[in-house]
Antibody, heavy 119, light 109 residues
Framework: QVQLVESGGGLVKPGGSLRLSCVASGFTFSDYYMSWIRQAPGKGLEWVSY????????YYADSVEGRFTISRGNAKNSLYLEVNSLRAEDTAVYYC????????????WGQGTLVTVSS | EIVLTQSPGTLSLSPGERATLSCRASQSVSSNYLAWYQQKPGQAPRLLIYGASSRAAGIPDRFSGSGSGTDFTLTISRLEPEDFAVYYC??????????FGPGTKVDIK
């Protein structure tokens, strides 16, 4: 069965950095686009970024462009998100999700990892 | 940017009642690229409907989706206790390529 397991969240000071990871299993990882989606406490869902299966197509939300970097390691079935120059408004649960083929919906989600930006 | 507006913000209903949730887009959305999710407290979202009207695997048939262009609807024919949750619509297309609606909370009356 498909599983996505995130890690790497934590408490970081404004201006700091973190590297989030997501390990996938149960499917051919390199065949799928993957994405990061976040949710601030008590708020709705915000798409952050996605990356194609080969890693050659990448998009970011305007709110994180230039500060966040998505990447993947297909040999390790892993998705990454480097988050830099963190701000208080980046505080959120960060979910890793798989984009379905053909319909561009998010058919599988991880349990999320919490990033808290506070001094 | 394609902005999704969901209404109502909160829907207060009793078990057994019918729930009708609306998602309106600021520009036309391809029906292939409109999805609905359910989220319960402390859990990740779960895909319910993709392609505007197709149920995801394992989703009960009391959930149905419809609509096209700029107006989409999620209907829950008879609310079960486990259906009280927040529901989000999501579209793919335009720039940025992915946007979510703000959500509709279905709570117990």
């Amino acid at each position: 069965q498909v599983q996505l397991v995130e890690s790497g969240g934590g408490l970081v000071k404004p201006g700091g950095s973190l590297r989030l990871s997501c390990v996938a299993s149960g499917f051919t990882f390199s065949d799928y686009y993957m994405s990061w989606i976040r949710q601030a406490p008590g708020k709705g869902l915000e798409w952050v970024s996605y990356i194609s299966g080969s890693g050659d197509i990448i998009y970011y939300a305007d709110s994180v462009e230039g500060r966040f970097t998505i990447s993947r390691g297909n040999a390790k079935n892993s998705l990454y998100l480097e988050v830099n120059s963190l701000r208080a408004e980046d505080t959120a649960v960060y979910y890793c999700a798989r984009l379905s083929r053909g319909y561009y919906d998010f058919d599988y989600w991880g349990q999320g990892t919490l990033v808290t930006v506070s001094s | 940017e394609i902005v999704l507006t969901q209404s109502p913000g909160t829907l207060s209903l009793s078990p057994g009642e019918r729930a009708t949730l609306s998602c309106r887009a600021s520009q036309s959305v391809s029906s292939n690229y409109l999805a609905w999710y359910q989220q319960k407290p402390g859990q990740a979202p779960r895909l319910l409907i993709y392609g505007a009207s197709s149920r995801a695997a394992g989703i009960p048939d009391r959930f149905s989706g419809s609509g096209s262009g700029t107006d989409f609807t999620l209907t829950i024919s008879r609310l079960e206790p486990e259906d009280f949750a927040v529901y989000y619509c999501q579209q793919y297309g335009g720039s940025p390529p992915v946007t979510f609606g703000p959500g509709t909370k279905v709570d117990i009356k």
